[in-house]
């Protein structure tokens, strides 16, 4: 018999589809995880708030409030991680195309041992001891422990795996990144696709612009990226 405390990861499934999400919640509960449930999109919100997840299970085909939406105002205050589940291929590619900052994407039929591998990774990387030591690169500063950059002072509002993939490319500055490796540094045990990896770094990117770093990344054609210094 699992115990569960205050300490036990707790994950919100947002999906419409009640059988499915019991379906989750059952699997989920079973590897010890607790669980809250939200049938639409308002909802949704609500216990993101309220219950502060670890981590957000966030189906798109939602009522009121699609995925889409609560997945942009989730990261407008917060960088909990989210996997997205979809049905469709479209979808995926919207998510893809707006860069909203998902971390991980699972795609319906899904199986729930596979979804609760993806949990079981991406909190993984949220537990994860980096290394100690601030990163820095002219103005931009990175603190791994706690899990910080900033520029000049200003916090950089990153997701995890956006974090994730700064980190590793100032730690090993002028080094050129495949997209592979990148992939298994933002989203290890995945099965997501190597233009995930370009997703995340437009959206950081357009962050990095917005701070004063517009050419803190470089495109390599036909390679990868890296981040260049003089």
């Known amino acids: 018999m699992n115990i569960v405390s205050n300490a036990t990861p707790l994950i919100l499934i947002v999906e419409d589809e009640p059988h499915i999400a019991q379906v989750l919640e059952g699997y989920l509960k079973r590897d010890g995880y607790r669980t809250e449930v939200a049938l639409d999109g308002e ?21 009121k409030l699609d995925g889409l939406e609560v997945l942009k105002r989730i990261r407008a205050v917060a960088s909990t991680p989210v996997i997205m589940v979809t049905a469709m291929a479209e979808d995926l590619d919207k998510l893809l195309g707006l860069r909203l900052g998902a971390d991980d994407y699972v795609v319906k039929p899904f199986s729930p041992l596979e979804v609760v591998a993806r949990v079981r990774a991406v909190l993984r990387r949220t537990a994860q001891q980096p290394v100690v030591t601030v990163v820095r690169v002219g103005e931009l500063e990175i603190d791994p422990v706690g899990m910080v950059a900033s520029v000049g002072g200003s916090r950089l509002d990153l997701t995890l795996t956006e974090f ?67």
């Open 164 to 230: 994730k993939l700064l980190e590793t490319l100032c730690r090993h500055t002028n080094r050129t990144f495949t997209r592979t490796e990148l992939l298994e540094v933002a989203v290890p045990d995945s099965e997501a696709l190597e233009r995930v990896v370009d997703a995340h770094l437009a959206n950081l990117r357009k962050k990095l612009e917005r701070s004063g770093l517009p050419n803190l990344l470089e495109t390599v054609r036909g390679v990868g990226y890296r981040v260049w210094v003089n």
């Open 43 to 63: 909802r949704a919100l609500e216990l993101h708030r309220a219950a502060k997840p670890d981590l957000v299970l966030l189906d798109v085909q939602l009522p």
